[in-house]
T-cell receptor
């Protein structure tokens, strides 16, 4: 059974820092991996989707990498801003289902 | 702009009552999904549909049902609400079965 783990569960950093969020999964037979952002009381916003054949995807200050063989993905946020404060979720796709991690709650303070 | 909406946004109901949560998307996506989000569990799949008249059970489907009579809507019904079904419910849709999923704003349901 696929299990997805995100470490750390919470992170607090000063504005301007570059930071890395980690996601690990137990079954490497995935089709893709998706990173989401969730603001308090809101829905999920898709940030990046990496296909199993890809090693990384970039969008603005965000870069996500995927190492399928080791069961890991990282989300790199460059020059963090207070507006980046949110919970970040990763989800892996096995067959037709998304399996979610429990998220990393990020706070960026001025 | 195309979007996915959920209603109501907040609902309080009593144990044993039937409750229906609405999900409506204007992307014309064939694939729609219902999840629940609970502390310590993350998001878990309840039901999903790949097209009109198609429905499938997810990881935590007991006590829930869905029906798909058109492309735009996938209502989620709790046949007899239980306190264990207090949660935040999210609907999502995607263009392809394995494609990027887009989420609605969620419905917070409290069963007393």
């Amino acid at each position: 059974k696929q299990e997805v783990t995100q470490i750390p569960a919470a992170l607090s950093v000063p504005e301007g820092e570059n930071l890395v969020l980690n996601c690990s999964f137990t079954d490497s037979a995935i089709y893709n991996l998706q990173w989401f952002r969730q603001d308090p009381g809101k829905g999920l916003t898709s940030l990046l989707l990496i296909q199993s054949s890809q090693r990384e995807q970039t969008s603005g200050r965000l870069n996500a990498s995927l190492d399928k063989s080791s069961g890991r993905s990282t989300l790199y946020i460059a020059a963090s801003q207070p507006g980046d404060s949110a919970t970040y979720l990763c989800a892996v796709r096995n067959t037709d289902k998304l399996i979610f991690g429990t998220g990393t709650r990020l706070q960026v303070f001025p | 702009d195309a979007e996915i909406t959920q209603s109501p946004r907040h609902k309080i109901t009593e144990t044993g009552r039937q409750v229906t949560l609405a999900c409506h998307q204007t992307w014309n996506h064939n694939n729609m999904f219902w999840y629940r989000q609970d502390l310590g569990h993350g998001l878990r799949l309840i039901h999903y549909s790949y097209g009109v008249q198609d429905t499938n059970k997810g990881e935590v489907s007991d006590g829930y049902s869905v029906s798909r009579s058109n492309t735009e809507d996938l209502p989620l019904t709790l046949e007899s609400a239980a306190s264990s079904q207090t949660s935040v419910y999210f609907c999502a849709s995607s263009e392809r079965p394995g494609g990027e999923q887009y989420f609605g704003p969620g419905t917070r349901l409290t069963v007393t």
